[in-house]
């Protein structure tokens, strides 16, 4: 028979456990505390994602001052150097010897040696003597100013809006007025406008320095995006004012990333989007003011050169349509610690694809990726169609006016090249190879090489002959 505990040994037991449970209580509330001291911290972190360092005001366009209070940033901005190739962009490097001329040491592999047909395409026009792969943002200052398109035209000052950290010039040239320092460039040649530039396009470019928020500072891309939206039925829209921030996470990237003209003597740099981002819009603007960026040397058509619409042809996307940015692919987020920043490595989310792509798609990298190529490879196989089908137009013209066929039978030929060519060329030089808008890109090809095809009969309508030699040479050429 077990013996009753004796009331004091009861009491001893009572306390050592509530002494237990006290001392329970205060870890879990030591831990609590600290649990909640770092969530205050990374909050903290999070809304002062830096350490004032140094002060910085809208007159700094150096991007290593603004590092020094982002290193993060900067340090991944700096990468931009990198010249690392995808199947269809990219640039491996490609060493030169340096001259007083040029002192470059590397350069990108050249687009003309690498397709010949190019040269046709662009005949009697800079691009014909020296168009290389695109490099990072690091370089686009540099491959601008040596490129060997400045020893055959004077190009204007206006080049530096995109290829240039720009604002801070604007502002001094103007004596605090954007526009009026916009206007001031555009009129100098490119040789004067260089002096007054240092680096290529850079943080203040696209950032507040009080405040960090993205902003536009290109007036063309302001002026563009006010004549579109008027088309649109939007009366006076400022895109600083208007704009949503995730809107801007493109505009950014817009502000030079697109199509655009030298409007008169004056060189003004003009986004020519009053009638829509389309191609056919934008031709149907150069048509009604009569504008062509030169006379093709072989056909003597009034031809157009498209630059870099990828703001143009992204708009036409899933991508758009569904809201994403630029940035959320170009710049996707990544954490670094307790930071989470955008990447400023700014390069194809093919060479990032966990952060850029998978982000959205839960599909394993290697199909993504494989998806893209797809994507391009149609889309560079329809391109080689529509680059043969305008050459054989130009050579047709080439040797209808050669055999003295009157000029004015060779202006329905003309059109449709200037039309036809001005479409191959806008998926040509819009840098995601179809990916950006993949059914645009091959309606517009289509396009192409049904207008090249147009031409072409429009020539034999008009009494032209390919001579027995050609059509054997086009015949053979589809037998292989």
Same mark, same amino acid.
């Given at each position: ?9 009861? %009491? ?117 003597? /020296? ?30 809006? +995109? ?37 290529? @396009?850079?943080?203040?470019? +696209? ?12 007036? *063309? ?20 004012? /208007? ?9 950014? +990237?817009?502000? +030079? ?78 954490? @670094? ?10 390069? %194809? ?38 680059? /043969? ?13 050669? *055999? ?20 191959? /060329? ?5 840098? %995601? ?8 890109? *091959?309606?517009?090809?289509?396009? %192409? ?32």
């Amino acid at each position: 028979m077990s013996e009753t505990p004796a009331p004091a040994t009861r %009491s001893t037991r009572l306390t050592h456990l509530l002494v237990l449970f006290a001392a329970a209580a205060v870890v879990a509330a030591i831990g609590a505390a600290a649990l909640l001291v770092t969530v205050v911290k990374h909050k903290q972190e999070a809304k002062n994602p830096f350490f004032r360092v140094v002060e910085i005001t809208d007159d700094i366009d150096d991007p290593a001052v603004w590092g020094k209070n982002f290193p993060l940033q900067f340090d991944l901005y700096r990468k931009t150097v990198d010249m690392v190739r995808t199947r269809f962009g990219g640039s491996e490097a490609v060493q030169r010897t340096p001259s007083q001329a040029d002192p470059r040491s590397l350069v990108s592999t050249s687009r003309l040696e690498d397709d010949p047909r190019l040269k046709t395409i662009w005949a009697g026009y800079a691009f014909a003597v /020296d168009f290389r792969e695109e490099r990072g943002h690091a370089y686009m200052l540099d491959d601008q100013t040596f490129t060997e398109r400045q020893q055959v035209v004077q190009q204007p000052g206006t080049c530096m809006n +995109c290829h240039a950290s720009i604002y801070t010039t604007y502002k001094k040239l103007g004596q605090g007025d954007l526009v009026k320092g916009f206007e001031a460039v555009n009129a100098m040649s490119y040789q004067e406008a260089r002096t007054h530039v240092e680096h290529p @396009v850079a943080c203040i470019d +696209c950032h507040d320095p009080a405040t960090m928020q993205l902003r536009i500072t290109r007036p *063309a891309f302001m002026e563009g995006m006010k004549a579109l939206k008027a088309s649109q039925g939007v009366a006076d829209y400022d895109v600083n004012r /208007d704009a949503t921030r995730q809107e801007m996470r493109a505009f950014v +990237c817009g502000q +030079c990333h697109v199509e655009y003209y030298f409007k008169g003597k004056e060189k003004r740099l003009v986004y020519p989007w009053s009638k829509g981002l389309k191609v056919e819009n934008i031709q149907a603007y150069y048509d009604e003011v009569g504008h062509k960026d030169w006379a093709h040397k072989e056909s003597g058509a009034p031809a157009l050169k498209a630059q870099h619409p990828e703001f143009e042809m992204w708009n036409q996307g899933v991508h758009a349509r569904a809201g994403v940015a630029c940035a959320d692919c170009h710049m996707p987020y990544t954490r @670094v610690g307790a930071f989470k920043i955008s990447d400023h490595h700014v390069r %194809s989310p093919l060479l990032n694809i966990n952060k850029a792509c998978q982000t959205c798609h839960n599909v394993p990298e290697a199909e993504l990726k494989g998806r893209a190529e797809e994507i391009q490879a149609r889309t560079f196989g329809l391109r080689n169609q529509a680059m /043969d089908a305008v050459v054989e137009l130009i050579g047709d013209l080439k040797t209808a006016r050669a *055999a003295g066929m009157p000029e004015a039978a060779l202006v329905a030929a003309q059109k449709a090249q200037r039309e036809a060519q001005f479409r191959l /060329d806008f998926v040509e030089a819009e840098n %995601s190879t179809g990916f950006h808008a993949p059914g645009e890109a *091959a309606r517009i090809l289509a396009e %192409s090489m049904n207008l090249a095809r147009q031409g072409q009969i429009a020539l034999r309508d008009a009494g032209y002959r390919p001579s027995p030699a050609a059509v054997a040479v086009k015949t053979a050429a589809l037998a292989r």
